[in-house]
């Protein structure tokens, strides 16, 4: 074996980088980010930005289409979130004060008493921002927001905030590849590690 074949074999960022272009190349990671998109909008605790930007970094080309899907899902997942809310909140509420992080009674009325004072404006920061979404669209729902303004103020939130990564990436992708070099692949999932840390700090 010939000492290059060696040391391309046994060079993990070359494996890594290999190994995370095949997942954006393959419909598998534009699912993966739809789903996430979709269930950390009413109930689950990592965001989708976690699959967002590796998708982005390794295929930059596709920014924006990967941006649009993250927000319609999140939407939609959204609307499920106030689905809940709106219908399901008595028997669901000890399981979610429970089990989703975020939420507790404390929490619930804050966040009740935004709605009264704030309406749409609310849902968009909470949409935008690291805050914990869902807590909002569950809310949404159970304090009877009209869904119109919902749906409004979600879209642009979560547009505005999906869009803006897949601009900064792909803007700055030749200018990332060129400072990491072969450290690109470990970058991209230090920076998914990161926001997961972020959100765990948070709960």
Known sequence: MSGDAYCVNTNPSLSLSKRLEAFAYSPWGF???????????SFFLIPPEVLLIPLVLFRPSRAYTYAIGCTLASVSGALLGYAIGAWAWDAVAPWFFESVPGFSPARYEQVRGLF????PLIVFVAAFSP???KVFTVVGGAASMALPPFIIASLIGRGTRY???AWLLKRYDDRIRE???PR???FALAISAAL???VLCMR
Do not use: N
Not at 31 to 41: K, R, T
Not at 116 to 119: Q, T
């Open 116 to 119: 009264a004072e704030y309406g």
């Open 163 to 165: 869009l803006l990564i």
């Open 196 to 198: 997961v840390g972020v």
């Open 179 to 181: 400072f990491l070099g």
């Open 131 to 133: 805050i914990p979404y």
């Open 31 to 41: 699912a993966m980010m739809l789903v996430v998109s979709f269930i950390e909008a």
């Open 184 to 186: 690109f692949a470990w």
